[in-house]
């Protein structure tokens, strides 16, 4: 059905929404689910076919319900009925924009993504990174909805990698690397990471000179107009390089790849590499335990136990699967700026959670989750160390 206004026209897929069966089995999964029952999928499927029929206006109130969505996707992955969850809000979220506009924290949130991978911005973020060293690993960053994260520090070289082919000795493939903001921001050591993993197995890694944000940040606030030109900008760049397959190290990244781009490259995550070749690689009677970001096995569906065997394969290191190791970490981009309360709420029972485990390490595969990881160590006195998985493996690779 459409929604036709002053000089837009949005069409929610209301067939979409109907087919909830209104099981309920989405809220034993939703991170945001605090009581009410517009605070998780079914509620708000049903807000949103309401406001499709013309039975509720599209209010403030229906907005707020709309905005605590993380758009983490469990729903998706526990939904009997395959409710493509993610489809029907994307536009509702565009409705919203349009109806009632967009709120200061995520216009400035989603701007500030386009000018890190402006000419201008990689500028400005070169030029901190070579201040970087005067600042802590992580700095205490007071929010504009009054809480407190603990942000990474710029890399010292930003976008180091970015426009270099790095090519195996003996080489049987090539990938292209799609690095994401926050590697060629903050985490460039991990893409160094990334690199040094597939080139040890054979890949000659190519990483494009100027591809931007995935756009995957803004088709989830329903910014549609802005993710097609980020998606058309970065086509138009990686079909200048010749590869066989793309390498992820960010899951968000790599779903909007595969869902949302239309085009029929393989992408991988970087862990399904290693789960197909089995490197090896050696310990030092560490323990391990890992947290699954969400859009891995939702917008990527990679099977979580492809982490596991990963791992398990790492000698004289312990694998200890914490019990919440499949739940939100409560980053979600943007969500946990502008829902401050909920996302600590679940930080701290994942950070809980982990510390039950004794492990050494909390490895993930998500820069955003490390982010969110390291940041709850801080906050909840956790003495692990949070690493990106492919930070710990290519320190622990053998040969």
């Known amino acids: 059905m459409k929604m036709e206004g002053r000089a837009f026209k949005v069409e929610i897929p209301l067939d979409l929404a109907q087919k909830c069966v209104k099981c309920g089995l989405c809220k034993s999964v939703c991170p945001s689910y605090h009581g009410e029952e517009g605070s998780y999928a079914r509620g708000r499927l049903a807000l949103a076919e309401m406001v499709v029929k013309g039975e509720l206006p599209l209010s403030d109130e229906v907005a707020k319900q709309w905005n605590e969505c993380a758009m983490c996707r469990r729903c998706e992955w526990i939904c009997p009925n395959d409710v493509h969850y993610k489809d029907i809000f994307v536009q509702a979220r565009e409705l919203q924009e349009k109806e009632l506009g967009r709120d200061f924290i995520s216009k400035a949130g989603l701007k500030s993504l386009e000018f890190m991978q402006s000419d201008v911005g990689r500028k400005v973020i070169k030029l901190a990174g070579k201040l970087s060293s005067l600042l802590p690993s992580e700095i205490k960053t007071p929010l504009p909805t009054g809480a407190v994260k603990f942000m990474p520090k710029p890399h010292g070289k930003p976008f180091g990698i970015r426009g270099k082919t790095f090519k195996a000795r003996e080489e049987k493939g090539k990938l292209l690397f799609f690095t994401g903001c926050m590697i060629d921001v903050f985490y460039g050591k991990t893409g160094e990471s990334v690199i040094?993993?597939?080139?040890?197995?054979?890949?000659?890694?190519?990483?494009?000179?100027?591809?931007?944000?995935?756009?995957?940040?803004?088709?989830?606030?329903?910014?549609?107009?802005?993710?097609?030109?980020?998606?058309?900008?970065?086509?138009?760049?990686?079909?200048?390089?010749?590869?066989?397959?793309?390498?992820?190290?960010?899951?968000?990244?790599?779903?909007?790849?595969?869902?949302?781009?239309?085009?029929?490259?393989?992408?991988?995550?970087?862990?399904?590499?290693?789960?197909?070749?089995?490197?090896?690689?050696?310990?030092?009677?560490?323990?391990?335990?890992?947290?699954?970001?969400?859009?891995?096995?939702?917008?990527?569906?990679?099977?979580?136990?492809?982490?596991?065997?990963?791992?398990?394969?790492?000698?004289?290191?312990?694998?200890?699967?914490?019990?919440?190791?499949?739940?939100?970490?409560?980053?979600?981009?943007?969500?946990?700026?502008?829902?401050?309360?909920?996302?600590?709420?679940?930080?701290?029972?994942?950070?809980?959670?982990?510390?039950?485990?004794?492990?050494?390490?909390?490895?993930?595969?998500?820069?955003?989750?490390v982010l969110q990881l390291k940041d709850g160590a801080k906050k909840f006195g956790n003495r692990q160390e949070v690493m990106h998985l492919a930070d710990y493996l290519a320190q622990r690779l053998e040969g």
């Not at 989830?220 to 190290?249: Q, S, T």
């Not at 085009?263 to 490197?279: G, I, M, S, T």
């Not at 030092?284 to 990963?310: D, G, I, Q, W």
Request: charged share 25%.
């Open 196 to 369: 040094k993993l597939m080139n040890s197995l054979g890949y000659t890694v190519i990483v494009p000179e100027d591809i931007k944000c995935c756009g995957a940040p803004h088709l989830y606030h329903g910014n549609r107009e802005a993710f097609e030109k980020l998606k058309n900008y970065n086509l138009k760049e990686m079909e200048r390089y010749d590869f066989d397959a793309i390498v992820v190290a960010c899951p968000t990244c790599g779903g909007a790849l595969i869902e949302d781009y239309g085009r029929d490259w393989k992408v991988y995550d970087f862990a399904q590499v290693l789960f197909k070749e089995k490197p090896k690689f050696k310990g030092a009677n560490e323990k391990l335990t890992f947290h699954v970001p969400c859009h891995s096995y939702t917008a990527m569906n990679v099977n979580p136990s492809v982490f596991y065997r990963v791992m398990e394969s790492v000698e004289n290191a312990r694998v200890v699967k914490a019990e919440k190791a499949q739940s939100c970490c409560g980053f979600a981009g943007l969500w946990s700026i502008k829902n401050p309360k909920l996302s600590e709420k679940v930080q701290r029972e994942k950070m809980e959670d982990f510390k039950n485990t004794e492990a050494d390490y909390i490895l993930t595969t998500c820069p955003g989750c």
